[in-house]
């Protein structure tokens, strides 16, 4: 049997750019190992943003697949590796691990018991974060829940799980972060837009998002700055109110009780492997 015809369950798709010496520490691996124990098929899919280091080659030793793309942000990176995932469920994680892959399993079970979307929470404990992250993701909450009305805690979590025809429609219903803008792809490592705008659009669309506590450790990094994190944020933001007045998102009564009708069509589908697995510890 040919491997493009083998039904994958799980697709772990992980950006990159200029990793190198993450790589080489064994993060993959790490992944890797914990695919490799799951009882059904997956795959590990790096999204490599243009990176000027030695990400590629290295990245090719452990990953089924690493996708070469333009430098064009995090983001993009992101829907690139999404549209070319396989697996009935896609989880993303960022490279270092701040949540550990282990925590995936409580995403996993969210799924199974229903969800369309679990994002992973930290609720409001940063630790080991300086001050000024702490601040930033505060007012990011604060911020995407009075302007947006999203309930949700934490929005900034790179660690998410969804199915992955819900997260393809979503992607096809963005307008900040449209695929079809490279443009608005770029931007800062911390991408809190996209992540915000996807979330929006989610809940518009009636999909049952679901915060699931995972765990977190703060991982140092040059490249996160605040103020230019605070400003390309608050940015967006902005911009997502924009869309969002201009009428440019689906209509949250129509799209919804459209989701539903389809929800109710494929309630009686046989369930993937990734639902019907019952969560490792």
Not at 77 to 98: K, P
Not at 249 to 263: D, G, I, Q, V
């Amino acid at each position: 049997m040919r491997s493009e015809d083998i039904l994958i369950a799980l697709s772990v798709v992980i950006p990159a750019y200029n990793e190198g010496s993450a790589i080489e520490a064994g993060v993959l691996e790490v992944v890797r190992a914990w695919l490799e124990a799951r009882p059904f098929p997956t795959e590990l899919i790096v999204a490599d943003d243009g990176s000027t280091d030695d990400t590629i080659p290295l990245a090719l030793h452990t990953a089924d697949r690493v996708l070469e793309l333009p430098h064009s942000g995090k983001a993009a990176a992101l829907c690139a590796g999404v549209r070319d995932a396989r697996g009935e469920i896609v989880l993303l994680s960022d490279m270092d691990l701040a949540t550990p892959i282990e925590d995936g399993s409580f995403l996993l079970e969210a799924i199974r018991a229903g969800a369309d979307v679990a994002i992973g929470s930290r609720g409001m404990s940063r630790p080991g974060a300086p001050p000024q992250r702490y601040i930033l993701s505060l007012g990011q909450m604060l911020l995407s829940r009075v302007l947006l009305g999203l309930p949700f805690s934490d929005t900034q979590c790179g660690f998410k799980a969804w199915r992955r025809q819900d997260l393809l429609t979503v992607l096809d219903q963005l307008v900040v972060y449209a695929p079809d803008r490279p443009d608005s792809l770029k931007g800062a490592g911390v991408t809190s837009g996209f992540d915000v705008e996807c979330l929006l659009v989610a809940r518009r669309l009636g999909l049952d998002i679901r915060e699931t506590p995972v765990s977190w450790k703060h991982m140092a990094s040059r490249r996160v700055r605040p103020a230019t994190e605070a400003w390309r944020g608050t940015r967006d933001l902005f911009r997502i109110v924009a869309a969002r007045r201009a009428g440019l998102y689906p209509s949250a009564r129509t799209e919804s009780s459209a989701w539903l009708r389809r929800l109710d069509v494929n309630r009686d589908r046989n369930p993937s492997a990734a639902e019907t697995w019952a969560a490792p510890k």
